[in-house]
Structures are given as structure tokens and as C-alpha cells.
């Protein structure tokens, strides 16, 4: 009986060792590590779906895919309601700034009026007790602006002026809106400060019209040409742009109280539209006077007898080669 | 001269019995494409210009001028186009702007637009005359201001008669001087 137990035993354990040889005991960690390997889930993640089963999974992703609809129709939503908000906003600006019905009343003008306006432009009133009256209107230093544009264009066409970042129309629209623009807000600043009652429409209209006198020049600089010097441009400076000048800074006096305020703003109104005029002649004009200066001081035109061009010109290189020999030998004797 | 050509098959039972090739046929030959009661209301300022006919804003007509004044300048040797193009639209531009403001029943871009380019066919025959003659002498400065006072009258007359502003022609006549003044300075320099 007892052998026939350890028989029984024995036979166990082979068969023991038999299913441990089809499953061993002994973990092979390389097939492990090479399980790992192939598998690309990370630390984090757990895929469900093997555990859970079937039917719950389906559940789930129809619960996902509901939500993600919420979630892209709420977004939708929004964005309409910010775009509608926004498209109102836009509208209700346009319709209370960019109303173009708003300068419509400045615009309504006859003939004879701008051109008694022009005309006065230039004939100073001494300044009272009572305010001068300053026109609200914008035709007429819009023309006068436009006219300048013109005129400088034409001023530089014929000087042979050239832009180098730009174009000329471009250059004559800058100068010429930005001065207006430029100086008369800064002009109302100064009023602003000064307690000058003038409204922004009003030194639009007076600094516009002021420029009348600046075209006068610009015009018969352009088509009187002198050379040498610039006496007929001062005059011209003088006269058309101290009368226009005087003009604007009587009626700023008669609308300002106190000397010292006075005298601010007078001195720079003057001193604007004065220098506006030098600028737009010496920047754009200045070209003619130096061309007809260099012609003049050729000494091929004053040398009494005539010589034949190969001559003059061979003397003329002879010359520059002799001068050129010279200050290559003073370089390299220092 | 525009002209519209147009192929088509299927002609008539005939052709298709006699299984000959599908021919092509001549549809329409139009040469009126310019406006001739425009041109003759810019070629003579004087004449009262009748405010129907500035409802019709056609555009080939002004098209065909712009190019007739840049060929004309291109034959002279001045390759122009883009200067044309340029100043044209900034005119056109601000006189829209600048009648929309004076008038009461405002105006379109296209009537703008349509009208200056008409009104620019004196300019054209300057154009061509700067070809013959040079117009930077005496001669020249006569040319220019009899060519910029015929089309800002011409202008002028026409979108007054169409926005009813008799009052203020020569308000609407200074700027469209202004505008061809440039266009002046581009033939003469």
C-alpha cells in the first residue's frame, strides 16, 4: 500500500511536471520585454474595451459623439452671436462717423460767395471789439488744396524734380493735406489753450482760404522764371503770403482776449504758413535756379574766341588728367 | 469695333440629312458700342444736353477713349498707361465723393465714371496733336487750355443737366478742370 501511494505520487509529479513543461514556472523576461515593446499604448492609457463588454461600449461612444455635437453647436452659436454683435456695432459706427450726409452742409455753396471768399482771403480787416466772421464751408479750401496739388505737380514737371521713394502725385497730396490738416489741428490746439473761439470747421475754412495766396506764388514762380537769384519769389513771399498771413491772424486776435494769447497764437499762424511757402519753393523749385546757375558759369560760353569742340574738349580732359596726376602724387607723398 | 462671333451646330433638318459638317454663322456684328449721342453732346459744349441721357451709363465708351489716349501717348514715346489708370481712378473718385456732397439726389460711380471717361475725347485729339507738334511753346499752352476747358465744360454740362444743379456749374466744372489739367500734364511733359 505503501509503495502503490509513492507510485501514485510519483505519477502525480511527472504529471506535475509534464503541465509545468507546457506552462513553466520560469519567466523568459525577453518574451516579456518583447510584449512590451510591441504594445503602443502608454502609461496612461487603458483600453476598455477589452474589459468592458460589448454592449456598454457602444453606449459610451454614442454618449461621446453626443457631446462633441453639443459642444460644436454651442460653439457655433456663440460665434454667430459674437459676428451679429460685432456687424451691429460696425454699422452703428459707419452710420454715426462715416455718414458722408454730415459734411453735406459745408458743400452747399454758390459761385459768387467762394469767389468773394477768395478774394477777401487776401485783404486783412483790422481787428475790433467785434468778431470777424469765419465761414464754415469746405469747397472752397478743398479747391484751393486741390489747386495746389496742380501746381506742384506742375512746379515739378517742370524743374525735372524727381522722387525717389514714390511718385509725385503721392508727394504734392502728402505735402499738401498734411499741412492743412497738420496745421490746422495744431492751430486748434493752440486755441484750445488759449481760449481762442474758434471751432475746427472754421480754421479749416480760414487756413484753406490762406493758401490762396500760397497758389499766387507757386503759379507765377513757376512760369516766370529768373536766374541767379530770388528777389522776385521774396517779393512775391512778401506781398501775397504777409497779406494772406495778415489776414488770418486779425480775425484770430479779434476772437481771442489777452495780449500775451494774442500774440501765441498770431505768431504761430505766421510763422506756419510763412515757412509752408519757403518749403514748397526751395524744396521743389530750387532745381531751375541751380540748372541755369551751372549754364551760366560755363567757361566754354565765356571765353571770347570760339574754338572748335575736339579742342576745347581735349583741353578740357588734358586738364582733368593733370589735376587728377596731382592729387594721386600729394596722397602718396603725405 | 466690337464683334461677337458665334458657332453653333444643329442647324436644320437639311444639314443633318445631307450629313454635312456643322457650319458656323456670323450671330451679330455691332459697331455702335460708343454712344453717339454722348460723344456728339461732348464734341459740342454749347448744346443743351438732354438729362435722359446720362441713364445709360456705359462704360465701353470711356474704355475706348483711355486707350486711344494711351496709344496716342505711346506713339509719342510715353509708355503711360499705368499713370493713366492711376489718376483716373483717383479722379473719378474724388468728383464722385465732391457731387455727392453738393448734389440733393446724389449720383452713381458709374454715371462719374461714365461721364469723365466720355468727356475725355478732347484729350484724346490733344494726344494726338502732341504726336505733329510739340506743346510745351505758345502753341501748345493755347492747345491745352482751349482741350481742358472743352471737356470740363462738356463734363460739367452733362452732370448738371442729369442732377439738376444749373445753379452750380461752374462749382461742378472747376474740379473736372482740375482732373484733366493732370491728364494735360501728362501729354504735354
Same mark, same amino acid.
Given at each position: ?38 504594445? +503602443?499604448?502608454?502609461?496612461? /492609457? ?16 454614442? /454618449? ?45 455753396? /454758390? ?30 479750401? =478743398? ?16 524743374? +525735372? ?115 509752408? =511757402? ?57 | ?8 451646330? !444643329? ?20 459697331? @455702335?458700342?460708343? !454712344? ?13 444736353? @438732354?438729362?435722359?441721357?446720362?441713364? @445709360? ?7 475706348? &477713349?483711355?486707350?486711344? &489716349?494711351?496709344? $496716342? ?41 461714365? #461721364? ?7 484729350? #484724346?485729339?490733344?494726344? &494726338? $496733336?502732341?504726336?505733329?507738334? $510739340? ?6 499752352? #493755347? ?5 481742358? #476747358?472743352?471737356?470740363?465744360? $462738356? ?35
Amino acid at each position: 500500500m505503501g509503495e502503490n501511494s509513492v507510485k501514485v505520487k510519483m505519477a502525480d509529479t511527472s504529471t506535475w511536471r509534464n503541465q509545468e513543461s507546457k506552462h513553466p514556472a520560469v519567466v523568459d523576461l525577453d518574451d516579456m520585454e518583447m510584449e512590451i515593446v510591441d504594445k +503602443d499604448d502608454s502609461d496612461y /492609457e487603458t483600453n476598455f474595451s477589452d474589459s468592458r463588454p460589448p454592449q456598454q461600449s457602444q453606449q459610451k461612444s454614442k /454618449e461621446g459623439v453626443y457631446l462633441e455635437d453639443m459642444r460644436k453647436r454651442f460653439q457655433d452659436n456663440v460665434t454667430s452671436m459674437m459676428w451679429q454683435a460685432g456687424s451691429q456695432q460696425a454699422k452703428k459706427a459707419w452710420s454715426i462717423y462715416g455718414n458722408i450726409d454730415i459734411l453735406r452742409p459745408y458743400f452747399n455753396v /454758390e459761385p459768387h460767395e467762394v469767389r468773394s471768399r477768395l478774394m477777401y482771403s487776401l485783404f486783412p480787416q483790422k481787428p475790433t471789439d467785434h468778431r470777424q466772421r469765419v465761414p464754415r464751408e469746405l469747397y472752397g479750401p =478743398l479747391m484751393v488744396i486741390f489747386t495746389m496739388i496742380a501746381l506742384l505737380l506742375l512746379q515739378m514737371k517742370t524743374a +525735372d524734380h524727381k522722387v525717389e521713394e514714390g511718385t509725385l502725385m503721392g508727394t504734392a497730396f502728402g505735402v499738401c493735406f498734411s499741412y492743412w490738416i497738420g496745421a490746422s489741428s495744431f492751430v486748434w490746439f493752440l486755441c484750445y489753450v488759449c481760449n481762442c473761439h474758434m471751432t475746427m470747421l472754421q480754421i479749416l475754412s480760414m487756413m484753406g482760404y490762406g493758401l490762396f495766396g500760397h497758389c499766387i506764388v507757386i503759379f507765377l514762380g513757376t512760369i516766370i522764371h529768373t536766374s541767379h537769384d530770388h528777389l522776385f519769389f521774396y517779393i512775391l513771399w512778401a506781398v501775397f503770403g504777409g497779406i494772406s498771413t495778415l489776414r488770418m491772424v486779425c480775425i484770430v486776435i479779434s476772437r481771442t482776449h489777452g495780449q500775451t494769447q494774442r500774440m501765441f497764437i498770431g505768431g504761430a499762424i505766421a510763422a506756419l504758413h510763412l515757412l509752408f =511757402l519757403l518749403y514748397l519753393h526751395f524744396a521743389y523749385h530750387q532745381v531751375v535756379e541751380d540748372l541755369s546757375q551751372v549754364f551760366d558759369h560755363m567757361p566754354a560760353i565765356n571765353h571770347p574766341a570760339p574754338q572748335s569742340l575736339p579742342q576745347t574738349l581735349t583741353e578740357t580732359i588734358v586738364e582733368q588728367a593733370v589735376q587728377g596726376n596731382n592729387s594721386v602724387q600729394h596722397i602718396v607723398r603725405s | 469695333m466690337l464683334i461677337l462671333i458665334c458657332k453653333y451646330n !444643329n442647324v436644320c433638318q437639311q444639314c443633318d440629312s445631307d450629313g454635312s459638317d456643322p457650319s458656323a454663322k456670323w450671330i451679330s456684328f455691332r459697331s @455702335d458700342v460708343l !454712344n453717339t449721342s454722348k460723344t456728339l453732346a461732348v464734341l459740342n459744349p454749347l448744346k443743351q444736353a @438732354d438729362h435722359t441721357i446720362m441713364q @445709360d451709363t456705359d462704360l465701353a465708351g470711356p474704355l475706348v &477713349f483711355c486707350l486711344a &489716349f494711351g496709344g $496716342s501717348l505711346m506713339l509719342a514715346g510715353k509708355l503711360q498707361f499705368g499713370y493713366i489708370y492711376g489718376i483716373g481712378v483717383v479722379g473719378c473718385l474724388a468728383v464722385y465723393a465732391l457731387l455727392n456732397l453738393m448734389s440733393m439726389t446724389g449720383v452713381s460711380a458709374g454715371i462719374t465714371v461714365s #461721364v469723365l471717361g466720355y468727356c475725355l475725347l478732347p484729350m #484724346v485729339i490733344l494726344s &494726338f $496733336s502732341s504726336i505733329l507738334l $510739340s506743346l510745351q511753346g505758345i502753341i501748345g499752352i #493755347v492747345l491745352v487750355c482751349v482741350a481742358v #476747358v472743352w471737356c470740363s465744360l $462738356s463734363a460739367s454740362k452733362l452732370f448738371v443737366s442729369a442732377l439738376e444743379m444749373d445753379q452750380q456749374q461752374l462749382l461742378v466744372a472747376y474740379p473736372c478742370a482740375l482732373v484733366y489739367g493732370v491728364f494735360a500734364l501728362l501729354t504735354v511733359f
